[in-house]
C-alpha cells in the first residue's frame, strides 16, 4: 500500500532551466507535505514544506505546489543547478501521526 | 550548531550476531524517530519517542527489534540474531520547535549501514 507515490525514477534538467518533480498521495487524511534532498551516503536533508492550508511555498529557488483536490504535489528548482543532482523525496504525515511516509524517490540530473 | 549525529556510520556483522545503533538528536529536540530505508525506496518509519516514552511501533519492527531513549536524550536501537534481511540504511531524526514552527520537520542524522553476510 504505497500511501506517497513518486513515479518518475529519474530525470534529467539542463542546468539553469526548471525542475519540476512530482508527488501523488492517497491518504486524504494526510495534512502537512515536505520535500527533502538526500546526497549518497548521507541522511535526507530537509528543504521545504506545505501545509494542506496552503496551495503554495516558496523560498528561494524552491517552490512547493499542493493540489488537493487532485492529491498531487510539486517541487519546482528555478533554476536549477548542477549542486541540485541528488536523489528528491516527497513526505507526507497526518493530523495528530508523527511518522513521515515517504515515496521511492526522483534521481534528478543537472547537466552543464 | 549540531545536527543529528549517529555511530557507526557501517556495521558489517554476520547472520545470528546482535548489533546496536546509537543516535543523538539535535539536543533541544524532545522527538526522536527511527526509519529504515533499503535501495531504491524511500525511508520506513519504525518507531518514535517523545522524551524518553517510545510511543509508536511500526509493524516492521519485529520482536527481534528493541529502541530505547534513556533519559530523553540519546536513543539507540538494537537488532538481535540479524539476518540477511535487516540489511539497510538506518536513520536517526529529531524534531522540535526551535529550529522550526512545527514538530513536522524532522532532521535526519547520516544514517548507520548494516550489512549481514
Known amino acids: 500500500d504505497q500511501q506517497v507515490k513518486q513515479n518518475s525514477p529519474s530525470l534529467s534538467v539542463q542546468e539553469g532551466r526548471i525542475s519540476i518533480l512530482n508527488c501523488d498521495y492517497t491518504?486524504?487524511?494526510?495534512?502537512?507535505f515536505l520535500w527533502y534532498k538526500k546526497y549518497p551516503a548521507e541522511g535526507p536533508t530537509f528543504l521545504i514544506s506545505i501545509s494542506s492550508i496552503k496551495d503554495k511555498n516558496e523560498d528561494g529557488r524552491f517552490t512547493v505546489f499542493l493540489n488537493k483536490s487532485a492529491k498531487h504535489l510539486s517541487l519546482h528548482i528555478v533554476p536549477s543547478q548542477p549542486g541540485d543532482s541528488a536523489v528528491y523525496f516527497c513526505?507526507?504525515?497526518?493530523?495528530?501521526?508523527?511518522?513521515?511516509?515517504f515515496g521511492q524517490g526522483t534521481r534528478l540530473t543537472i547537466n552543464p | 550548531d549540531t545536527g543529528v549525529s549517529q555511530d557507526p556510520r557501517h556495521k558489517i556483522t554476520k547472520r545470528g550476531q546482535n548489533v546496536t545503533f546509537r543516535c543523538d538528536p539535535i539536543s533541544e529536540h524532545n522527538r526522536l524517530y527511527w526509519y529504515r530505508q533499503t535501495l531504491g525506496q524511500g525511508p520506513e518509519f519504525l518507531t518514535y519517542?517523545?522524551?524518553?516514552?517510545?510511543?509508536?511501533k511500526s509493524r516492521l519492527l519485529s520482536d527481534r527489534f528493541s529502541a530505547e531513549r534513556p533519559k530523553g536524550s540519546f536513543s539507540t536501537l538494537e537488532i538481535q540474531r540479524t539476518e540477511q534481511g535487516d540489511s539497510a540504511m538506518y536513520l536517526c531524526?529529531?524534531?522540535?520547535?526551535?529550529?522550526?514552527?512545527?514538530?513536522?520537520?524532522?532532521?535526519f542524522g547520516p544514517g548507520t549501514r548494516l550489512t549481514v553476510l
Open positions: 491518504n486524504s487524511m494526510f495534512d502537512y
Open positions: 513526505a507526507a504525515s497526518a493530523w495528530g501521526a508523527q511518522k513521515l511516509v
Open positions: 519517542f517523545q522524551n524518553e516514552a517510545q510511543l509508536e
Open positions: 531524526a529529531s524534531s522540535g520547535r526551535t529550529r522550526s514552527l512545527s514538530y513536522n520537520e524532522q532532521f
